[in-house]
Structure formats: structure tokens, C-alpha cells
């Protein structure tokens, strides 16, 4: 019989060498951001392949989604040798069984490798769940890490997060994180001058290329992302991009005070599903104030409605025009509306815009919007996600927008932006009618809310007040 060494074949070129050494040392948690073409899931792979011969068990490779898992990994061809990379790290001779209807090899040993999506991570079993290569994670689903970190403490397991950036999202926090706890993580950065391993001319090249696809400036951003791994580049095809960078330069995004003497209102993100995104909001003269979100896919609209109880939020319930369908309770009876009707919420349902206005009304209304750090911190996310489909034969971003994980806090903020002046109006309204009413009885006042003029009814103020 063939003796076979692993790595098999393979030995990490120069550049990857630092984070290689950390892994075979034994680090539990690391996060290598490095440039395209650098061979992030190539040492992913590898180190995998070895580790389920250190330590029987079940081991992942999770991309963002499922549906290119295939194209991505199962299926990819390493340029430089023709072979398929899976073959290159998980030699035939050492498997038992390789089942590709669901990408999902055994070992004669008895470890286990499966390639997973983090738009499914809610679907998975982590029995002996020893380590998870978390890839392109800057595109992932972040609440995957979440659903999944505990399987890995449970087995003293360990995770490899890779990726290039894609804006100031959820991997520029744990990239910010694991260097501020080096005890813990090993983490690194590397682009193109970092590694060498692109020369400058085919950069250029590139940029070329990607000029005359995009346009100068949105080409440029892209070199600067994937080559220069900037994560204050704009993401290519984002819809609000541009402008959820001026929010966050604009230092938009802080702790933001909930004013209990103004009503919250909820904006609901309601789709054919069972998942539902929610936006709590709060309407100043001069601003709008994003105090919280919280999202779920079990859709238990009984659970929501006392989930805003809890905190207090009282306005009003805006519903897209989804709120018709019947519920997801275990026996819907009743429409979504009418079961929040019956919860003694106030819903109201919003105008049936077009996507496109929406899309641009979420433009406008963001550099109104003061976003709660803390609270919302992953709606905020989701807006930064939301993005065109992109058009593989055209190579360029559709008109469409991506339907994932970022999808129902992103319709949510559309339909909120279009609708988020109603109750304005009506407060307006109630403030008119109060001062009418103040100006016959002899009080005149100017811009007081109407829980002050209430105060007031029974003294009489200043002239001129």
C-alpha cells in the first residue's frame, strides 16, 4: 500500500505560509482577509484535510450560499495543475465514500466533510462538529456564526474565516475584533503588495477591464477591494451604498436615546415565508431615528407583537400588503393584520409602491436616519447587503435585487421610506388642531408637541410663548 503525507502534494507558497504555521500550531480561531487569486480556500481545504486525520469528527466548508457551493468548491479546477481541488486535498485513496448529490465526503477514518451554504445554516446537525471554514464571509450570512459558534465550543473546535472585503459590514467588525485579541485569534491582512504574487501591469489590466464594464469609478472600487482588500470601497451593484457610507461618515451611527414621551412606530418586513425583518423608528422634527431591529424566520407574529410590548413600543404597526396572507401559527385562522388587530397592536397597511421607488425613496430618507449602533446593528448589515443580482453572461448587475439573507430588513427600510411621513403628518395634524383649540381659549403657542400642549390645558401661558 501507498503511503500518502498530507498536505497531499501541496505546500503552502510563501505568502500563506504565516497563517498556515498558526493553524498546524494548534490557534482555534482565524481570519485571514487576502486579495483574490491569493488561495484562501486552497489552504482551507488543505488544513481541513489534515486535521480530520489529527481528530476524527465532522468538518464544514461553509460558503455563502448554498447554490454556488458547487461551482465554487465541489467543482473547482485548480488552473495551475487541471485536477478538482477537492481531488488535491482530499485524496481518493483516503476516502470511503464520496456522495456528490450532496457534496459530502467520508473518510476511511471516519471523518466526515460536507460543503454547507449560510443562507441553511438553520438546517444543520453539528454532532462532533470539529472545524468550519467559513469562506467568502464578508458575503455570508453573520447570524450563521452565531447559530454555529456553539458546536465548535461544545468540541473545542476551530474556525478559518477568509474572505476579501466587501465594505464596513459584519467581517470589518470581527477583523477589528480578532486584532484587538491576539490571545485568541490569529488574524491578517494581506493585498497585492503584500503578497506579490500579481504583478502590477495585470492589475492594471484588470482595471482596465473593469472600467469599461462599470465605469471609472465604480471600476476603480473594484480594484481597490478585491486587490487592495479596502473596506471602505464601495460594494459593486449595492443599492444604498453610497449612501450608508455618508451616514456612517456623517457619524449617523451612534447610541441613539429612545424618547418615551414620542410613540415608536414598526415597520414589518413580511414575505411569503415564514421570515420577517422589523424596523422600530422614532419621527424628531429634524430626523429619523432608528432605534431598533430583530428579525426571525419562525415568523410567530404573537411572538413579535411581545417582543414590542416588552420594550415599550407602542406607535403604530406599518404592514406591506403580505399582511393579508394567512399567518404561520400552527393553525392560521387569521390573517397577519388580523391577528395583530387581535393582539390589540395598531396595524396599517402601507401603499403598494414599486421596488424601484422604494429603492430610491431608501436613498433620500437615509441621510435622515440616526441608526442605534448597538440595537441595529444587524439590520444595518442587511441594508449593506442588499444588492442587484448579477447577470453571469453580461457581467454586469441586473435591475432585480439579490433575494438573501438581507432581503426582509431591506424591503422592510423600503417600505418604511416611503411611508415614514404618514405618521408625521398625522402628529402635525394632531399639533394644528391642538393649537386651534389653545388659540380660542386665548393661549397662543408655536412648535410645542402634542403631549405638551395636553400639560397646558389648564394654565394659560405667556403671550408670545
Known sequence: MTDIQLPFNWEPRKPQMKLWLALENGIRRAM?????????????????ACAMHDRVGTYWHCLPEYAQAKKAIWDAVNPRTGRRRI???FPKELRDSTRAEDMFIRMKNGSTWQVIGSDRFTSLVGAGVCGIVFSEWAKANPAAWAYLAPMLVENNGWALFITTPQGRNHAKRLYDMAKADPANWYVELQTVVDSGMINFDTIEQQRKEYRALYGDEAGDALIQQEFYCDFNAPVLGAFWGKAIADVEGNKQVAEVAIDRERPVHAMWGLGD??????????????????????????????????????RGYRGLDYLPHTAKMRDFSPQPTRTRLETLRKLGRQPILVPNVKLVDRINAGRVTLASCHFDERRTERGLDCLKAFCAEWDEEANVPRQTPKHNWASYAAFAFGHLSVTWQLPQKKELDKIKEAHEKLYWEGIHVTGIRVNDLIKQKTQRARPGY
Not at 482577509?33 to 481541513?48: I, M, N, Q, S
Open 32 to 48: 485571514m482577509v487576502a486579495h483574490r487569486r491569493w488561495g484562501k480556500d486552497e489552504v482551507g481545504l488543505h488544513h481541513t
Open 87 to 89: 481531488d488535491e486535498a
Open 273 to 310: 415565508d415564514a421570515a420577517v425583518g422589523l424596523w422600530c423608528f422614532q419621527i424628531l422634527p429634524d430626523r429619523l431615528n432608528m432605534v431598533d431591529y430583530t428579525e426571525s424566520h419562525i415568523g410567530d407574529i404573537e411572538a413579535f407583537a411581545s417582543w414590542l410590548k416588552a
